[in-house]
């Protein structure tokens, strides 16, 4: 005998979210909202599956204001496969992020809006933000670096972007020569010469990390060069975010790259 309950009547249409009512008019204006969030070729079924959800999302976000940030961390699925996949190695996603931008794969103004939107996934699993930190147009917005991104990182490896690959794919003490071989090869950023961003003259620390990368590579820095290298370390933290030249941003970032790998060096092993 069937005792399930019989089934109600028809269930009344979903209610637009009150806080959606400033950006679109109706739920037909999400359509436009979301309208260049296209879908890249070439994807997996994983990642298209993934990239496709997060748009809907935002586009469901009319009913429910919470489903637009929910796309944003939603969409790091797809990144963070694509993104292992394209550098092959498997880390943690502000590493993969990290090299990406540092091997020239992206922007570095991209990277830093990925990296934004892996920051919001971390709040989110500490608990420090809600899922209603974001309105539909930023989630738009955060989506749209991601769906960039992706689409980037599926483009055919060209010879540079391989010779990257592997070094990653090197065991540690040899990624340093590969990293100075390919630096050596590369060249200084056009229009960059003497020119300065708060306070350091970009050429001047490009040539001081050459030297001290050259001297560990010869027989080892000594105290004083180790203080130096950590100095432009610093240096090179501060002024590669604000690069926006895309040659110029890759090429210090794989300079920053190279330098972290001669310090790491000299850090003393855990016992």
Same mark, same amino acid.
Request: include cysteine; hydrophobic fraction near 45%; charged fraction near 25%.
């Given at each position: 005998?069937?005792?399930?309950?019989?089934?109600?009547?028809?269930?009344?249409?979903?209610?637009?979210?009150?806080?959606?009512? #400033?950006?679109? !008019?109706?739920?037909?204006?999400? #359509?436009?909202?979301?309208? #260049?969030?296209?879908?890249?070729?070439?994807?997996?079924?994983?990642?298209?599956?993934?990239?496709?959800?997060?748009?809907?999302?935002?586009?469901?976000?009319?009913?429910?204001?919470?489903?637009? &940030?929910?796309?944003?961390?939603?969409?790091?699925?797809?990144?963070?496969?694509?993104?292992?996949? %394209?550098?092959?190695? #498997?880390?943690?996603?502000?590493? !993969?992020?990290?090299?990406?931008?540092?091997?020239?794969?992206?922007?570095?103004?991209?990277?830093?809006?990925?990296?934004?939107?892996?920051?919001?996934?971390?709040?989110?699993?500490?608990?420090?933000?809600?899922?209603?930190?974001?309105?539909?147009? %930023?989630?738009?917005?955060?989506?749209?670096?991601?769906?960039?991104?992706?689409? !980037?990182?599926?483009?055919?490896?060209?010879?540079?972007? &391989?010779?990257?690959?592997? @070094?990653?794919?090197?065991?540690?003490?040899?990624?340093?020569?590969?990293?100075?071989?390919?630096?050596?090869?590369?060249?200084?950023?056009? +229009?960059?010469?003497?020119?300065?961003?708060? +306070?350091?003259?970009?050429?001047?620390?490009?040539?001081?990390?050459?030297?001290? @990368?050259? %001297?560990?590579?010869?027989?080892?820095?000594?105290?004083? +060069?180790?203080?130096?290298?950590?100095?432009?370390?610093?240096?090179?933290?501060?002024?590669?975010?604000?690069?926006?030249?895309?040659?110029?941003?890759?090429?210090?970032?794989?300079?920053?790259?190279?330098?972290?790998?001669?310090?790491?060096?000299?850090?003393? &092993?855990?016992?």
């Amino acid at each position: 005998m069937n005792t399930l309950p019989p089934l109600p009547g028809p269930l009344p249409p979903p209610v637009p979210d009150p806080r959606v009512r #400033d950006i679109v !008019l109706d739920y037909a204006g999400m #359509d436009a909202l979301v309208a #260049d969030l296209v879908l890249p070729g070439g994807a997996s079924v994983y990642v298209m599956s993934a990239m496709e959800t997060s748009r809907e999302l935002i586009r469901h976000s009319y009913y429910r204001y919470e489903f637009a &940030t929910v796309a944003v961390t939603h969409s790091l699925f797809a990144l963070e496969h694509v993104m292992a996949e %394209r550098l092959a190695v #498997d880390q943690p996603l502000q590493e !993969l992020i990290e090299r990406a931008g540092g091997a020239g794969l992206v922007p570095a103004e991209l990277a830093a809006e990925l990296d934004r939107c892996r920051l919001l996934r971390d709040e989110l699993l500490r608990g420090s933000v809600t899922s209603a930190a974001l309105g539909p147009a %930023r989630a738009v917005a955060m989506v749209r670096a991601v769906f960039e991104a992706v689409s !980037l990182l599926l483009r055919p490896p060209s010879g540079v972007e &391989t010779a990257v690959v592997d @070094v990653n794919r090197a065991q540690p003490e040899d990624r340093l020569t590969l990293l100075w071989e390919e630096h050596r090869r590369a060249p200084y950023p056009d +229009g960059f010469r003497g020119i300065d961003i708060e +306070g350091v003259e970009l050429i001047l620390v490009d040539a001081d990390v050459a030297g001290l @990368v050259r %001297r560990e590579l010869d027989g080892g820095l000594d105290d004083g +060069g180790i203080a130096v290298l950590w100095a432009c370390i610093a240096d090179l933290d501060k002024v590669v975010p604000l690069i926006e030249s895309e040659y110029c941003a890759s090429y210090f970032a794989k300079l920053r790259a190279m330098a972290g790998l001669a310090a790491a060096r000299h850090i003393p &092993t855990a016992t």
